[in-house]
């Protein structure tokens, strides 16, 4: 099956430092990913869509200058969380879909950000 | 936009009964119901999806069961173990896209 892999999948960081989260598609190929975010006992709040080659598309109230995303490639996305601060520290998890439209989004197994 | 609906927020099942979870959702175009399952510290993982020209799934002792006229879809557990403790989420989308999700539910099984 499709399988999505993220990393890291914790990070403690001091405040004003930058943490790279990179979410990787194994066996398929992806021309967008998704970002999410999740506070404790929450659903996912979706943060951004990662499109291959373009920019992202960001959810009302996200900072794109806060959280940078580039999809370089069919299989990697990548989260810059810049100039972190403790607000920051959440759950980060990225999901992905085949190219082909077939079968479910497939999710990583998520990012404990905690920043200091 | 779409809106979805999720009950219980918390469910208590003896182990061996069975669990039902429900969702209703808003916008009358969306055609795609995954469930998620999601452990403690851990991404969700899909468990099944229903689309909108079915009524009915199943797979093992998982099934959903989709009503497009009153616009709810409902997870049933049957059989339930203690594994099948954690958080459970319900989503809708219009053409395979952005996913809105329910608020969760979270499943304890007591032995």
């Known amino acids: 099956g499709a399988v999505v892999s993220q990393h890291p999948s914790w990070v403690i960081c001091k405040s004003g430092t930058s943490v790279k989260i990179e979410c990787r598609s194994l066996?398929?190929?992806?021309?967008?990913m998704f970002w999410y975010r999740q506070f404790p006992k929450q659903s996912l709040m979706l943060m951004a869509t990662?499109?291959?080659?373009?920019?992202?598309?960001?959810e009302q109230g996200v900072e794109k200058d806060k959280f940078l995303i580039n999809h370089a490639s069919l299989t990697l996305s990548t989260l810059t969380v810049t100039s972190a601060h403790p607000e920051d520290s959440s759950f980060y998890i990225c999901?992905?879909?085949?190219?082909?439209?077939?079968?479910?989004?497939?999710f990583g197994s998520g990012t404990r950000l905690t920043v200091v | 936009g779409e809106n979805v609906e999720q009950h219980p927020s918390t469910l208590s099942v003896q182990e061996g009964d069975s669990a039902v979870i429900k969702c209703t959702y808003s916008d009358s175009a969306s055609n795609y119901f995954p469930w998620y399952k999601q452990e403690l510290g851990k991404g969700p993982q899909l468990i099944i999806d229903i689309r909108s020209n079915v009524g009915e799934k199943k797979d093992q002792r998982i099934a959903v069961t989709l009503n497009k006229t009153a616009k709810h879809f409902s997870l049933h557990i049957t059989e339930t173990q203690p594994e099948d403790s954690a958080v459970y989420f319900c989503a809708a989308s219009i053409g395979d896209y952005q996913l809105i999700w329910g608020a969760g539910t979270k499943l304890i099984i007591k032995p």
């Open positions: 999901s992905a879909r085949p190219l082909s439209g077939q079968g479910g989004y497939t």
């Open positions: 990662s499109n291959e080659g373009s920019k992202a598309t960001y």
């Open positions: 066996d398929f190929q992806a021309t967008t």
